[in-house]
């Protein structure tokens, strides 16, 4: 039993469930996969992958989709310190520290957010498709499973609809949406990305100094 599976099956999977959660709300949506952006000069890593968009009558949901399957996902919080967030197989008493995704999805947003007109609203969640995952504790709300799915996508149409603080897309604006959002990723590509990332951890593991705070034990998992 592992605790991930390969991220391009979760992103594939996650896509599918995505497809098939709004598609009964929306008449009419637009899912891309994979999207590059450019960050702002400075950041860690050049570009940023965010694994899948929706974009619908109510505006764009991006996902941040994990591979983390059979375990037990939960946070330790700390007044001096950003949340840790660790996994445990399920039925292990050993846990591994990985990434916090919530922070990889809002960061990846409010780059986004830049790019794009004021009046469109923009939403992230971190989604974990895979089968045997269990949230322990108090998680942030926009960490969700495949059984939320449904709700998640009910939600944000009838949000969208009633509060009217963004406005709605017809069927020729979801598609000058996503030609936008191709004309920010451009010539960037996955493999691009993936360089950029390797070159940073490259770069990370050459470093003499400590970090801020402990992730020397952290895990990227997807």
Partial sequence: MTIAMPSTVATSLGVQQLTSAFSPAFSYLR???????????????????????????TGLYLFEIKAWRNAFVYRKKSDQSPPRWFLRLNGGKSAREVKDPAWQGGR????????????????????????GIELEGVMPAAVITQQDLPYIARLVRNNGRTARTYRLLDEEAVDRTVERLLQIQGSLSLEEHLQNCRERAGFVAGEQTAPAWPVSNAMGLQ
Wanted: one cysteine or more; glycine letters at 2%.
């Fill in 108 to 131: 990846k947003t409010t780059q986004l957010r830049s790019l794009l007109p004021d009046d469109l609203r923009l939403q992230y969640f971190v989604l974990l498709p895979c089968e």
């Fill in 31 to 57: 899912i891309l996969r994979n999207l590059i952006i450019p960050m702002p000069e400075g950041h860690a890593v050049r570009t940023a992958r965010i694994d899948a968009v929706v974009v619908c009558e």
